[in-house]
Every structure is written in C-alpha cells, then in structure tokens.
C-alpha cells in the first residue's frame, strides 16, 4: 500500500503502524537521488506488504520538520508509533532489502519458514510441493529460489535445482556467486553418488562430496583438502574449487571458512 502524506492524514498514518510496519519516505520532485530510490521502495512494498508513507517536503516542511529531516531522500521506519530504523540516501536495493526486513517478513521469508518446519516435521514431500507453488508465485525472488534450490538439491532432483538456479543471472551480483557454488553442490551431490572409483583420490573425492552434500562441511574442507595437497590437478583442481564453493556458502565471517581458507592458501601459495 502506498499512500502520499499531508498534514491532515499523517496521524491517521501513524496509527496503521500499530498493525503494519509504516515506511515513511521524505522526498522532493527536484531530488535525484529521491528518483532512484523511489522504484526500489515501491517494489520492496509490494514484495513485503509494508504501507510506503510518502511525503513530499516541498508540500509539507511540518511534517519534515516534526522529524528533523535534514536532508532527502529521508527514510524512516515506524512500528507501534515509534521510528524503529532509518537511513538516509539513495541505498542499493539489497541494503534497503536488508534494513526492512528486520522488521517485517516478507510472503517469502514466511513460505522459507513454513518449509523448514514442513521439513522438520518429517514432511519433505509437502515442503517441495509448497516450494513449486511458492516459486510459480514469486518466480523473480532470488532468496526464495536459492533456498529453494538447495532443498531440491537435497532431495536429489537435481534438474528441478538446476533450472531454478539457472533463472539467477550474473547481473543478480548479491546472488549469483551463492548459485554458482550450488551448482558446484551439484556436482559434489553426483560425485557422492559415483560407484566408478578406481583410484584412492576417487574414493577420497566421492567421500569429501558425500560430507558436503550432508552439511558436514568441516570433515569436507578437511579432505579435499588432503586431496589438493596430494594432487592439484586431480578433477581439473576440483577439490580447490569444492573448497570455495562451501567457502561461498558458509560466509566468509564462518570459523570454517577462515580455518580453512587460511590453510588452503598457506598450501598454494
């Protein structure tokens, strides 16, 4: 819901965010920067159902005032009748996307939770059914397509993963290094499965693959990398690549990931 703002139902406004987080937004027809945010503010509305409070401070320097706006675009958000955050300037949408949803969940995050405690319950089979309409609905919500995916993954219905992670471009930048490395889980899921291993480093491959596809992540950085000290070259450096994709996936602030990004570079270099 998005609704311009005056004097007279500003406090009618107010009184919503008692029942729904209000997203004030100080803005001008001459501002640039006000421009950019504008599309990114009425999108994330859309996506999370929080009512987007516009108000021009050209038309209405009271209200500004009342806030101490100093300078625009001037984002403020209100629950229960309090600001609760704000920020000031034209931020990328994935800061904004960041910020917001701190306070209110979006359709999707809620189908994530719902998912897990299907999940939870023992319930895989409801879980990727409500994952397939949930994606039907909101085909271009990156967050909800990874999670996705990597159940699907899990389940091994690895095409059903690969097509969803395919709809993630290299453009999607906050994204699409995470999709990657699950399409490398893809390939590790495969490698678990493999029965053709004729030499140590294959079974030692196949194992370290088995590990990461359980989220034993730690017995799996421990053994690709015993694979990479062996031989580099083993996979087309494979077992390097695995290493940065749980890397990847993990974050990079994962005790894990430092551990073993420091061991791995210590070994190459």
Not at 69 to 96: C, N, T, W, Y
Request: glycine share 4%; aromatic share 10%.
């Amino acid at each position: 819901m998005i609704i311009d703002v005056n004097s007279e139902n500003f406090s009618e406004i107010l009184e919503k965010s008692y029942d729904n987080v209000v997203v004030v937004d100080f803005w001008a027809p001459w501002c640039g920067p006000c421009r950019a945010l504008k599309p990114i503010l009425e999108k994330l509305s859309g996506e999370f159902g929080f009512i987007l409070a516009k108000v021009n401070t050209d038309e209405n320097p009271d209200i500004a005032q009342e806030f101490g706006v100093h300078g625009i675009p001037d984002v403020r958000i209100i629950k229960d009748g309090k600001v609760v955050d704000k920020f000031v300037g034209a931020l990328p949408e994935s800061q904004v996307r960041k910020i917001i949803s701190k306070y209110v969940k979006s359709p999707a995050d809620k189908v994530i939770e719902e998912a897990n405690m299907l999940i939870l319950a023992g319930n895989r089979e409801g879980a990727y059914d409500l994952y397939k309409r949930a994606i039907s609905e909101y085909p271009d919500n990156k967050k909800l397509i990874l999670e996705a995916a990597k159940f699907f993954i899990k389940l091994n219905k690895l095409e059903d993963a690969e097509d969803l992670l395919n709809k993630i471009k290299e453009y999607d930048k906050e994204y699409f290094t995470q999709a990657q490395a699950l399409k490398e889980f893809i390939e590790l899921k495969k490698e678990c499965e493999n029965t053709n291993l004729q030499t140590e480093l294959d079974k030692m491959f196949a194992q370290a693959s088995c590990y990461a596809v359980e989220e034993n992540y730690e017995e799996a950085l421990k053994l690709f990398l015993e694979i990479v000290k062996k031989d580099r070259n083993y996979k087309n450096d494979g077992a390097r690549k695995a290493m940065v994709s749980i890397f990847t996936l993990l974050g990079e602030s994962h005790p894990l990931t430092k551990e073993y990004r420091k061991k791995l570079a210590m070994w190459l270099y």
